[in-house]
């Protein structure tokens, strides 16, 4: 099964709220997003946003460029359908992160929870941060959450990375000024809990 498969399959059949990475809001993101742009017409994506509710926080605290990107059109779906005319005004995109094309330099904050994890060839990696470097305006906030050096070895039944602060900063490059890093304990919805590590770097 391609990557797409697995993940229309995962939102086709499992509750938002059934999934090991769900949260009902996404703290530590907002503080970050609320820090790098304070301006409310600030371009921002999510990316791997799906079913997430961090679109709906962002939209009540009076953001109004926001772009979700997710690889499954059944996450997106969930979100449109709970948002109604809230939603709008977001611009959905259904794509594989590595792959869409996504406009030059045109947003001032990346956020990206839990789907660069996913990238375990060392080809797809690269191509993500190309993404990154041609998105981005220069000066842009690039906030990105992987498991943790503690964090689990699989997910969802597929393998993931995990990464200390330095090895997370290093795929990136020097482009990117690492501000600050910090760790998390994140409580799944049956119990268990799985180590997050999230970066905040500048683009140069």
């Known amino acids: 099964m391609d990557r797409k498969a697995h993940w229309e399959n995962v939102y086709g059949t499992k509750a938002p709220d059934a999934v090991s990475w769900y949260r009902p809001h996404l703290e530590t993101s907002l503080a970050l997003i609320e820090r790098a742009a304070a301006e409310r017409t600030a371009a921002i994506i999510d990316v791997g946003g799906g079913a997430s509710t961090l679109v709906d926080d962002l939209l009540e605290r009076g953001y109004k460029n926001l772009t979700v990107l997710d690889i499954s059109q059944a996450a997106l779906d969930v979100a449109r359908k709970r948002l109604g005319a809230a939603g709008e005004g977001v611009l959905w995109l259904a794509g594989d992160v590595?792959?869409?094309?996504?406009?030059?330099?045109?947003?001032?904050?990346?956020?990206?929870?839990?789907?660069?994890?996913?990238?375990?060839?060392?080809?797809?990696?690269?191509?993500?941060?190309?993404?990154?470097?041609?998105?981005?305006?220069?000066?842009?906030?690039?906030?990105?959450?992987?498991?943790?050096?503690?964090?689990?070895?699989?997910?969802?039944?597929?393998?993931?990375?995990?990464?200390?602060?330095?090895?997370?900063?290093?795929?990136?490059?020097?482009?990117?000024?690492?501000?600050?890093?910090?760790?998390?304990?994140?409580?799944?919805?049956?119990?268990?809990?799985?180590?997050?590590?999230?970066?905040?770097?500048?683009?140069?």
């Open 98 to 204: 590595t792959e869409v094309a996504l406009p030059a330099q045109s947003y001032d904050v990346w956020h990206d929870r839990a789907v660069f994890h996913f990238l375990t060839a060392p080809e797809q990696r690269a191509a993500y941060v190309r993404q990154v470097l041609r998105a981005m305006k220069r000066g842009g906030h690039v906030i990105v959450s992987t498991f943790g050096p503690e964090g689990p070895v699989k997910c969802s039944g597929l393998d993931v990375m995990r990464y200390d602060a330095k090895a997370l900063h290093a795929e990136f490059g020097a482009r990117f000024r690492l501000v600050e890093s910090s760790k998390e304990t994140h409580q799944t919805p049956f119990g268990t809990t799985q180590q997050f590590l999230s970066c905040y770097c500048r683009v140069e």
